[in-house]
């Protein structure tokens, strides 16, 4: 149920990426709904398994766009696995965790795709990267961070309702 | 008979007192009195009909009030209504436009089939540069199809699902387009890059390139069909101690603001990488 829940959602945020998110541009950079979903879901402390929305949104993104298939699987499966990291380390404050894990995630997903383009030669400029790209789309991510935080902190106290103590 | 003749002499005195107060009046003799004599009337009558339209008022507001909330809620969706309609037909007229201008383009070149797509989105991840547009493979789309607006090249279709396809446009990094600068009739290699901008790679140094050369498909490498328009040279770099000079092109498509495109329908690339000759083969 939880994991049907995230096909859609995670493909929502796809289609939205592409059709509006696409067109709001910083320099060169965009947001990554799909990165910023799985990082908040990782986050939350009832959802188990969350590698498995890694897999689905890298799966999805694969599908639809034109990087090599792989670079945003491992994307996400990296920057879900630092947000479970920073869950077991910084419990006490999951905002900063959140903006630390999306900081992290997306640096993360960029380098790798990055990566991913010079493997297949295609000419890009470290330099150029970061500056009009990266940086950008990491500021673009940080200002959706904790909305989305606070979305999936909702999504999984309606999910995973805390058990009453009789 | 005297009680009789007393009665008729007073009602003939009190009929001639009657008509003679008539015939003072319509002459205007006693407008003063009459004045003064309704005076008290008058206030009194404007006093008595002010309370009481007040009270019929005060009694009918609220069905007055409520029907003309109703009439107000009513013409209020009536606008919301009407001004959804404008912003759709504003659309429309807008789409109409843009394939207008595509319709007088396939005009000018018979030679080509033309299937027109809507673009309905793009790459999510921002180091590519790909469109993402509503005909597939069921409408006879295939990989490799060069795409164009009425103003010049866009790209090729690069993949496609039996509904969609996606576009590469000539702004990616890993776009490579054979091209033939006019009026010298150089050739060089258009490359795109991360950040959208086409630079003109390859262009010999013996080729005399100015601002404001057009660049136009030359059609080598069977990728593109020839003599598509690209965009115009907008800075060149040529240094001595180089082996090919360089030039920045600025392109006559928008496409930041790229919403309808036509696909070349028969057009087929041309693989050639069977006559490349590979290293060590005789």
Known sequence: MVYLLGVLILASLVVLQTAVFSHVILLNGTADLVMLAVVAWSLQKKARNTWIWAIIGGLLVGYVSAIPFWASLVGYLLAAGVAILLKQRVWQVPFLAMIVATLCGSLIMNWIVVAALRIAEVPVSLFESLNQIILPGILLNLLLALPFYFLFTDLAGLLYPADLEM | MKVISSRSW????????????????????????????????????????????????????????????????????????????????????????????????????????????????????????????????????????????????????????????????????????????????????????????????????????QTGDLVLTSGLGGNYPGNILIGQVLSVRSRETDLFQRAIVQSVVDFSDLQILLVIMNFRPVDISPLIPTPGAP
Do not use: C, H
């Not at chain 2, 959804?84 to 080509?112: H, M």
């Not at chain 2, 795409?147 to 000539?170: D, F, N, S």
């Not at chain 2, 033939?180 to 010999?204: D, Y």
């Open chain 2, 10 to 209: 007073r009602s003939v005195f009190l009929i001639l007192i009657a008509v003679g107060l008539i015939a003072l009046a319509l002459g205007g003799y006693l407008t003063s009195i009459t004045r003064v004599v309704l005076s008290p009337v008058i206030t009194a009558q404007t006093w008595l009909s002010t309370r009481f339209l007040a009270l019929q008022n005060y009694l009918s507001a609220p069905q007055d009030l409520a029907f003309l909330r109703l009439r107000n809620v009513e013409l209020e969706a009536e606008v919301s209504r009407l001004q959804a309609e404008i912003i759709d037909l504003k659309q429309q007229l807008s789409e109409t436009r843009v394939l207008s201008a595509l319709v007088d383009f396939a005009r000018v070149r018979p030679e080509n089939r033309y299937i027109a797509a809507a673009v309905i989105g793009r790459d999510p991840n921002p180091f590519v540069k790909y469109a993402i547009i509503n005909r597939g493979s069921d409408d006879g789309l295939r990989k490799g199809m060069p795409a164009v607006t009425q103003q010049g090249l866009v790209g090729r279709i690069a993949a496609v699902t039996a509904g969609a396809g996606r576009v590469q446009l000539i702004t990616d990094p890993a776009s490579s387009v054979n091209v033939r600068i006019e009026p010298g009739g150089a050739q060089a290699v258009l490359n795109g890059s991360i950040t959208g901008e086409l630079a003109l790679e390859m262009i010999p140094q013996s080729a005399n390139v």
